[in-house]
């Protein structure tokens, strides 16, 4: 089983008891706004996504979105991971969290540990994928070292999408 860990926080693979969390998450607003609704709106909804989801995508791929938890007391409060994309040709970098643990350096730091994960994995670069009025998300991947490269569209979705992206390559010369 994955685990990373920072100061602050712990990452780790989700699991069914995480249907809660889960529920809560993709039903906040910004997530629905920015990232899409799932349609999740039972504990079993979000049972269904998290096995056909996340727990699938680690046994498929070894990586996956990951539940961030504070270190200090186990309280979950986003997502941060991997994600392989049938859409995309590099693996995709997500990231989450909940209203009351944003603006606090949370999201940098949990991907800042998923893209060591993606180094020590050996993925020559990493993208990301951000609806176009998400500036936070933007500014956030920009300090982590990605470039806006062009927009794009996903299969079997209208939204047009900036893809952002880091060699990790360039990072070992």
């Not at 961030?68 to 409060?77: E, N, S, Y």
């Not at 996903?154 to 390559?169: G, K, V, Y």
Request: negative net charge; charged residues 30%; aromatic residues 8%.
């Amino acid at each position: 089983m994955t685990r990373l860990s920072t100061e602050r926080l712990v990452l780790t693979e989700l699991d069914e008891d995480d249907a809660p969390f889960i529920l809560e998450l993709l039903n906040d607003p910004e997530w629905i706004r920015h990232i899409g609704d799932r349609k999740l709106r039972t504990l079993e909804d979000a049972r269904s996504y998290l096995r056909n989801g996340p727990i699938a995508m680690y046994a498929r791929e070894g990586f996956g979105l990951y539940r961030t938890a504070l270190a200090r007391d186990d309280t979950p409060i986003g997502l941060c991971g991997l994600i392989r994309r049938p859409a995309l040709a590099d693996v995709d970098i997500g990231f989450a969290f909940l209203p009351a643990y944003r603006r606090c350096g949370y999201a940098f730091e949990s991907a800042a540990a998923v893209l060591g994960q993606a180094r020590s994995l050996g993925l020559p670069r990493v993208v990301a994928i951000v609806s176009p009025e998400n500036d936070r998300s933007a500014a956030l991947l920009a300090r982590l070292g990605f470039a806006r490269e062009r927009s794009i569209r996903l299969p079997d979705d209208e939204a047009t999408l900036d893809l952002f992206a880091r060699d990790l390559a360039a990072d070992a010369r």
